[in-house]
Every structure is written in C-alpha cells, then in structure tokens.
T-cell receptor, first 110, second 113 residues
Framework: QQPVQSPQAVILREGEDAVINCSSS?????VHWYRQKHGEAPVFLMI?????EQKGHEKISASFNEKKQQSSLYLTASQLSYSGTYFC???????????FGTGTRLKVLA | KAGVTQTPRYLIKTRGQQVTLSCSPI?????VSWYQQTPGQGLQFLFE???????NKGNFPGRFSGRQFSNSRSEMNVSTLELGDSALYLC????????????FGSGTQLSVL
C-alpha cells in the first residue's frame, strides 16, 4: 500500500522545471509532501486535501486528484536549494498511520 | 520554539543487544510517530502515540516497542538487535488531530555490528 513515486531520480539544471508524481493503489484522503536534504530531517512542504486543490510553497506547487488517487508536485525554475529527496505521504483517511512514498531524488546542477 | 529533539544522534550496538531511543516533541504537541529509514525501503512507519496511547502501529516485529510519557516525550526500544535493524530512526511530532504537518527530528543513526 506504499504510494509509488516517479521518477525515482531526476537531474536538472538551475532554472529548469520538474514534476514528481505520487500514485496510490488505495484511496487517498489527503497527501503530504516533504523534502529531505542529505543528513537532515524531512521538512514539510505542503498538504493537500480532497477537492483537487493546489497548494503552493515558494515556486513549488502541487495538485491532488482523488479520483485517480494521484498527486503531483511541480517545481518551477528550480534552484540549487531544491536538491534533496522528495516524499509524498498520507495517513489513509485519518488512521494516524503515516505511509510515505518510495521517494524521488532530485539534484539541481548549476 | 524548540524543534523536535532526538537523542542520541548516533549509536553503535552489536547483535543481540537492546537499544532505547528518545524523542522530545515540540512543546504543545501531543502526537509522536516513529519511522525507520533505510536506503532500500524509504520511510517506514513504526507506531504513533497520542496522550500516552498507541493509536496505530506498522508491520514490524514485536522486538520494536515504544511508549509515551505524560509530558509527550516518547521512547522506542528495540530488543535483540539484528544486523537488519541498522537504519536512521526518525520521530515526528504534531498536534495529533490527523492530516497535519509533521515536524521531524534529525534522527538517530543506529548501526548494528
């Protein structure tokens, strides 16, 4: 039941855009996105609830399609600071059991 | 406001030993959840505590246990350590109402030799 993320890894040049996808075989009630830099704690980016709403954080936004059980994270005009591993996560209808996706390693080059 | 504090930062143990990890949540947070992070498996949910009660647990053997104290601090214990238990153990705190932002600690890196 672990959400699957794609791509597994991506390399970008500064200023390029990227999309990270998160798909679940189980119904999603909400989706969280986190970024973890090497050797650091995961940091919250945003949470999306049912209704397909998009949330934004700096130049990072996301969408959530509960019918397709998918969420996508959009990074526009990427910066060096965006490098890290991105995780989607959910607690499947408020069970307090947070399940995280397989992770996407993103590296931004100068 | 102080963040989530995990101690110790690093631990080296040998097979068969037991270990206790500590997590102090952000002041006012009543929920603490624990995760095991390995390169191959990503972030795996261990258990979640709210007001000293375990509300949910992941698919880990009984060697993994935890508890939460009245001040919301939490500990997790791993008994009879195995080589495969080597991992980064993260805890996260939140208000405990569900669908909330999780605040993670920096983790305890456990190496089992």
């Amino acid at each position: 039941q672990q959400p699957v993320q794609s791509p597994q890894a991506v390399i970008l040049r500064e200023g390029e855009d990227a999309v990270i996808n998160c798909s679940s075989s189980k119904a999603l009630y909400s989706v969280h996105w986190y970024r973890q830099k090497h050797g650091e704690a995961p940091v919250f980016l945003m949470i999306l609830l049912k209704g397909g709403e998009q949330k934004g954080h700096e130049k990072i936004s996301a969408s959530f399609n509960e019918k397709k059980q998918q969420s996508s994270l959009y990074l526009t005009a990427s910066q060096l600071s965006y490098s890290g591993t991105y995780f989607c996560g959910t607690d499947f209808s408020g069970t307090y059991k947070y399940i995280f996706g397989t992770g996407t390693r993103l590296k931004v080059l100068a | 406001k102080a963040g989530v504090t995990q101690t110790p930062r690093y631990l080296i143990k040998t097979r068969g030993q037991q270990v206790t990890l500590s997590c102090s949540p952000i002041s006012g947070h009543r929920s603490v959840s624990w995760y095991q992070q390995t390169p191959g498996q990503g972030l795996q949910f261990l258990f979640e505590y709210f007001s000293e009660t375990q509300r949910n647990k992941g698919n880990f053997p009984g060697r993994f246990s935890g508890r939460q104290f009245s001040n919301s601090r939490s500990e997790m214990n791993v008994s009879t350590l195995e080589l495969g238990d080597s991992a980064l153990y993260l805890c996260a705190s939140s208000g405990g109402q569900g669908n909330e932002k999780l605040f993670f600690g920096s983790g305890t890196q456990l190496s089992v030799l």
